[in-house]
Structure formats: structure tokens, C-alpha cells
């Protein structure tokens, strides 16, 4: 739905056909779909720098190993998060031997929780967070209107789902590891 969205934007809205908009309301749907266009299914998902729960860097595009790997932006206050988290870490214990790697970043600013959630609740996945909201971050490149928000990313880092139940990032991880059996 978002390519559909984001093409209607660019051929409709950019180019003035749609004229019964007014302006404020033309700024936001072309904004909604700039923020889209990043992430469309098909597309390699943008690359973004994040520090590691001991503050060291990684990038994303270094677990861009050939595996199947999920990007879960998540909150550990947020209610619908404590619920998929550990629906998450079950998904993680039975597919992580099969190369599955889960790296789930924080859109929280303050830490304390998130530390503690992680800890309390063994999540020994790639743990991240960037809270150095005066630079380029995640928030630049990933539309996150609300958490928990999954994705699953292939071995060069294309974007093959987003938005997804945790149910239904199982049934693709299966169909993609049955595929390069």
C-alpha cells in the first residue's frame, strides 16, 4: 500500500493535478509519503549508525551478512511492546540457529528502563538505541508512527516485510529459509 501511496503522491500531488487540496493539507501527504519513501518493500532499507547497550557503534549495514535479519523498533514502557517483545524472543530462541538475527532499537531517550527491561528479560539479541537526537538517526530514515514496528530485512538488508505480527514475520522467515533451501 505504501508504494501505491507514495506513487499517487508523486504523480497526482507533486505535479499539481491534484488541485482541490488545499496547501497545508497538500504538505502533509507529500511529507507522509517523503517519510515512506524510504522504506517501501523492495528497497534496501537506509543505513543508519547506532550505539550498542555497552556505547560502542555498529552500523546496520554490517549485519547485512547474507541472513535474514528483523529490525524492531520498540519502547520497553510501551504497553503493546511488552506484549510483542516476548512473543519476539520466542520467535528469536527458535530461528537465531538458523541465522535469524533480531536487532531491536529503542525509541526511548531515557535508558534506565530499557536497560532494565532487557536485562530482567534476557534479551540477548543486538540491544541498540540512539538517543543523540542532534545528529542524522533512525528518526530520519524510518517512518515509526506508533511501536512496536517489525520488519524483516534479507541478507543484503532489501526490505522484504514491515509492519508485521510477529506470527507473520514467522510464516516469511520459514517461506524465505524453505526458499534457499
Same mark, same amino acid.
Given at each position: 500500500?505504501?508504494?501505491?501511496?507514495?506513487?499517487?503522491?508523486?504523480?497526482?500531488?507533486?505535479?499539481?493535478?491534484?488541485?482541490? &487540496?488545499? =496547501?497545508?493539507?497538500?504538505?502533509?501527504?507529500?511529507? /507522509?509519503?517523503?517519510? @515512506?519513501? !524510504?522504506?517501501?518493500?523492495?528497497?534496501?532499507?537506509?543505513?543508519?549508525?547506532?550505539?550498542?547497550?555497552?556505547?560502542?557503534?555498529?552500523?546496520?549495514?554490517?549485519?547485512?551478512?547474507?541472513?535474514?535479519?528483523?529490525?524492531?523498533?520498540?519502547?520497553?514502557?510501551?504497553?503493546?511492546?511488552?506484549?510483542?517483545?516476548?512473543?519476539?524472543?520466542?520467535?528469536?530462541?527458535?530461528?537465531?540457529?538458523?541465522?535469524?538475527?533480531?536487532?531491536?532499537?529503542?525509541? &526511548?531517550? =531515557?535508558?534506565?528502563?530499557?536497560?532494565?527491561?532487557? /536485562?530482567?528479560?534476557? @534479551?540477548? !539479541?543486538?540491544?541498540?538505541?540512539?538517543?543523540?537526537?542532534?545528529?542524522?538517526?533512525?528518526?530520519?530514515?524510518?517512518?515509526?508512527?506508533?511501536?512496536?514496528?517489525?520488519?524483516?530485512?534479507?541478507?543484503?538488508?532489501?526490505?522484504?516485510?514491515?509492519?508485521?505480527?510477529?506470527?507473520?514475520?514467522?510464516?516469511?522467515?520459514?517461506?524465505?529459509?524453505?526458499?534457499?533451501?
Amino acid at each position: 500500500m505504501d508504494k501505491a501511496f507514495v506513487y499517487m503522491v508523486d504523480k497526482f500531488y507533486r505535479t499539481g493535478i491534484a488541485s482541490w &487540496e488545499s =496547501d497545508e493539507n497538500l504538505q502533509k501527504i507529500v511529507r /507522509k509519503a517523503d517519510e @515512506l519513501s !524510504w522504506n517501501l518493500l523492495g528497497s534496501v532499507a537506509p543505513d543508519f549508525e547506532f550505539l550498542l547497550e555497552d556505547d560502542s557503534k555498529k552500523k546496520l549495514s554490517e549485519f547485512h551478512r547474507g541472513k535474514l535479519h528483523v529490525l524492531y523498533f520498540w519502547d520497553a514502557t510501551c504497553s503493546h511492546c511488552q506484549k510483542t517483545t516476548p512473543v519476539l524472543k520466542s520467535f528469536y530462541d527458535k530461528f537465531k540457529s538458523q541465522g535469524v538475527e533480531v536487532i531491536a532499537v529503542t525509541t &526511548e531517550a =531515557d535508558l534506565d528502563e530499557w536497560r532494565t527491561y532487557i /536485562k530482567s528479560n534476557g @534479551l540477548n !539479541w543486538v540491544n541498540c538505541y540512539d538517543n543523540r537526537f542532534s545528529q542524522i538517526t533512525f528518526r530520519h530514515y524510518y517512518y515509526i508512527p506508533t511501536t512496536p514496528l517489525v520488519m524483516l530485512l534479507d541478507g543484503d538488508g532489501t526490505i522484504l516485510a514491515k509492519n508485521i505480527s510477529i506470527e507473520d514475520l514467522e510464516r516469511i522467515v520459514v517461506e524465505q529459509l524453505n526458499t534457499k533451501s
